[in-house]
T-cell receptor, first 114, second 115 residues
Framework: GENVEQHPSTLSVQEGDSAVIKCTYS??????FPWYKQELGKGPQLIID?????GEKKDQRIAVTLNKTAKHFSLHITETQPEDSAVYFC?????????????FGKGTKLSVKP | EPEVTQTPSHQVTQMGQEVILRCVPI?????FYWYRQILGQKVEFLVS????????KSEIFDDQFSVERPDGSNFTLKIRSTKLEDSAMYFC?????????????FGDGTRLSIL
């Protein structure tokens, strides 16, 4: 089945710097890749997603890139702010296009220091 | 903004007892999911539900687990005879119908503690 690897497990940056989180997936049939932000005591909140027919997607300070050949995708956060501190999860849709069931990475704990 | 709501926020249960976790998905959504997250670990898929039946389930979702949509708004997860290893955060999610993947929206979870 699908397996999603996520790196790094922890990331500490200074406010204003950029943060990059990387994920790889194993199932080439996967074609939907969401990113979730989880704050303490809360459920995962979708922040951005990308489908396999697109190489890059941007929403204000957040961008995601996808390399289908290499089977990896990355989250980029620019001009980080303390409120960006949270655990970020990448995920892949293992059913390849239908209403799929997400396979999550292990998460990255991002700390943004003021 | 519409959201998925889950109750209770924390459930403490004796081992061997039955527990029901409740979820109210976003009102116009048609696909429903349960996930769990053991403390400090990744979020794991349990089951998906569509058109009043299970669409897919993972290896975790064994005979001790069941799901139900008892009315037009609630979606429940039942664990018949709880074990210590069932202790985890349980998240409900829902998504809308669409020809392609629609985002899954998660509730804030129920923390299940088995004693």
């Amino acid at each position: 089945g699908e397996n999603v690897e996520q790196h790094p497990s922890t990331l500490s940056v200074q406010e204003g710097d950029s943060a990059v989180i990387k994920c790889t997936y194993s199932d080439s049939a996967s074609n939907y890749f969401p990113w979730y932000k989880q704050e303490l005591g809360k459920g995962p909140q979708l922040i951005i997603d990308i489908r396999s027919n697109v190489g890059e997607k941007k929403d204000q300070r957040i961008a995601v890139t996808l390399n289908k050949t290499a089977k990896h995708f990355s989250l980029h956060i620019t001009e980080t702010q303390p409120e960006d501190s949270a655990v970020y999860f990448c995920a892949a849709d293992m059913t390849g296009g239908s209403q799929g069931n997400l396979i999550f990475g292990k998460g990255t704990k991002l700390s943004v220091k003021p | 903004e519409p959201e998925v709501t889950q109750t209770p926020s924390h459930q403490v249960t004796q081992m061997g007892q039955e527990v029901i976790l409740r979820c109210v998905p976003i009102s116009n959504h048609l696909y429903f999911y349960w996930y769990r997250q053991i403390l400090g670990q990744k979020v794991e898929f349990l089951v998906s539900f569509y058109n009043n039946e299970i669409s897919e389930k993972s290896e975790i979702f064994d005979d001790q687990f069941s799901v139900e949509r008892p009315d037009g708004s609630n979606f429940t997860l039942k664990i018949r005879s709880t074990k210590l290893e069932d202790s985890a955060m349980y998240f409900c999610a829902s998504s809308a119908w669409g020809e392609r993947d629609q985002p899954q929206h998660f509730g804030d979870g129920t923390r299940l503690s088995i004693l």
